[in-house]
């Protein structure tokens, strides 16, 4: 069984930097792309970041470009997905969900069948 388990949200400064964790397990890398979504109140969710387990290959939403990373860190056996999001900023506020699918992946929301409960980020201005 896919389970997600999402960490790091909180309150940012806008302009400061803050970093989403995403514990997965039931998915074998090879398989899987894992992508962060994000969800602000009124909006339809939208694909942030996406990385294939497989090779490591990223995509990025154009409005995160530069100033967010996506990486996995499987060094301890379990697998962590973050998001480093930099130069934050008050249009980043929303509830951030982490997703997995069989690969390929991307950020097309429909495309992910295991999703976390989310994780709230904030941006003070």
């Known amino acids: 069984e896919v389970q997600l388990v999402e960490s790091g949200g909180g309150l940012v400064q806008n302009g400061g930097s803050l970093r989403l964790t995403c514990a997965a397990s039931g998915v074998t890398l090879d398989d899987y792309a894992i992508a962060w979504f994000r969800q602000a109140p009124g909006k339809r969710r939208e694909g942030v970041a996406a990385i294939e387990g497989s090779d490591g290959s990223t995509t990025y939403a154009d409005s995160v470009k530069g100033r967010f990373t996506i990486s996995i860190d499987n060094a301890t056996g379990t697998i962590l997905v973050h998001l480093q999001m930099n130069t934050v900023r008050p249009e980043d506020a929303a509830v951030y969900y982490c997703?997995?699918?069989?690969?390929?992946?991307?950020?097309?929301?429909?495309?992910?069948?295991?999703w976390g409960q989310g994780t709230q980020v904030a941006v003070s201005s």
């Open positions: 997703g997995a699918t069989l690969s390929p992946g991307g950020l097309g929301y429909l495309w992910y069948s295991h």
